[in-house]
């Protein structure tokens, strides 16, 4: 199972829009609405901020919001605050023996 | 409040065999699925291998597979990843995450523990 497909990096500055995609296919991202999203700070454990493609769990801000589109996903950070500045992850369940596949990772600078 | 709490990590030789635990709390853990979940320095992370709640169903990354494996016990409220000839690539942080309906790999994390296979 490959790794789903996401940008090395992405920017903005404060309070500017930045959307992060993640490519997969039709076994994994456009095979179920179960994609979700993780922020990691560095040497830290990653948190959940998306889950079922665009619910957010209990605390995480509603500048994060997620969507699909067949096999790709994306995550828009809306007003971009200085603690969004970490690495995001996106991860898709793949079936059953799969189970679940991460992306490869994208760094959100904030300028 | 949820925690979770690796431990077991630390230098084995290529080869060798450790295993890790993550212990529970805060909530009811025999009703929750698990993962490991893990990430070699500096790269992304690598989903490793899930347990049922019950213990009954197991899935393993095809990286993984024959050589690690996953229990748990519900009454010690403790997971548990036994790994087995172990490679450099192995090396890693090691997390363990709570699953849930919703399909994710992990609704909490622990902080997780470090692996390092070398001679």
Same mark, same amino acid.
């Given at each position: 199972?490959?790794? #789903?497909?996401q940008?090395?990096?992405? !920017?903005?500055?404060?309070?500017?829009?930045?959307?992060?995609?993640?490519?997969?296919?039709?076994?994994?991202?456009?095979?179920?609405?179960?994609?979700?999203?993780?922020?990691?700070?560095?040497?830290?454990?990653?948190? #959940?901020?998306?889950?079922?493609?665009?619910?957010?769990?209990? @605390?995480?801000?509603?500048?994060?919001? @997620?969507?699909?589109? @067949?096999?790709?996903? !994306? #995550?828009?950070? !809306?007003?971009?605050?200085?603690? %969004?500045?970490? %690495?995001y992850?996106?991860?898709?369940?793949?079936?059953?023996?799969?189970r679940?596949?991460?992306?490869t @990772?994208?760094?959100?600078?904030? #300028? | 409040?949820? =925690?979770?709490v690796? $431990?077991?990590g630390?230098?084995?030789?290529?080869?060798? &065999?450790?295993?890790?635990?993550c212990?529970?709390?805060?909530?009811?853990? &025999?009703?929750?699925?698990?993962?490991?979940?893990? =990430?070699?320095?500096?790269?992304?992370?690598?989903?490793?291998?899930?347990?049922?709640?019950?213990? &009954?169903?197991?899935?393993?990354?095809?990286s993984v597979?024959?050589?690690?494996?996953? &229990?748990?016990?519900?009454?010690?409220?403790?997971?548990?990843? =036994?790994?087995? $000839?172990?490679?450099?690539?192995?090396?890693?942080?090691?997390?363990?995450?709570?699953?849930?309906?919703?399909?994710?790999?992990?609704?909490?994390?622990? =902080?997780?523990?470090?692996?390092?296979?070398?001679?």
């Amino acid at each position: 199972q490959s790794a #789903l497909t996401q940008p090395p990096s992405a !920017s903005g500055s404060p309070g500017q829009s930045v959307t992060i995609s993640c490519t997969g296919t039709s076994s994994d991202v456009g095979g179920y609405n179960y994609v979700s999203w993780y922020q990691q700070h560095p040497g830290k454990a990653p948190k #959940l901020m998306i889950y079922e493609v665009s619910k957010r769990p209990s @605390g995480v801000p509603d500048r994060f919001s @997620g969507s699909k589109s @067949g096999n790709t996903a !994306s #995550l828009t950070v !809306s007003g971009l605050q200085a603690e %969004d500045e970490a %690495d995001y992850y996106c991860s898709s369940y793949a079936g059953s023996n799969t189970r679940y596949v991460f992306g490869t @990772g994208t760094k959100v600078t904030v #300028l | 409040e949820v =925690q979770l709490v690796e $431990s077991g990590g630390g230098l084995v030789q290529p080869g060798g &065999s450790l295993r890790l635990s993550c212990a529970a709390s805060g909530f009811t853990f &025999s009703s929750y699925e698990m993962n490991w979940v893990r =990430q070699a320095p500096g790269k992304g992370l690598e989903w490793v291998s899930y347990i049922s709640s019950s213990g &009954s169903t197991i899935y393993y990354a095809d990286s993984v597979k024959g050589r690690f494996t996953i &229990s748990r016990d519900n009454a010690k409220n403790s997971l548990y990843l =036994q790994m087995n $000839s172990l490679r450099a690539e192995d090396t890693a942080v090691y997390y363990c995450a709570r699953g849930n309906t919703a399909m994710v790999t992990g609704d909490y994390w622990g =902080q997780g523990t470090l692996v390092t296979v070398s001679s």
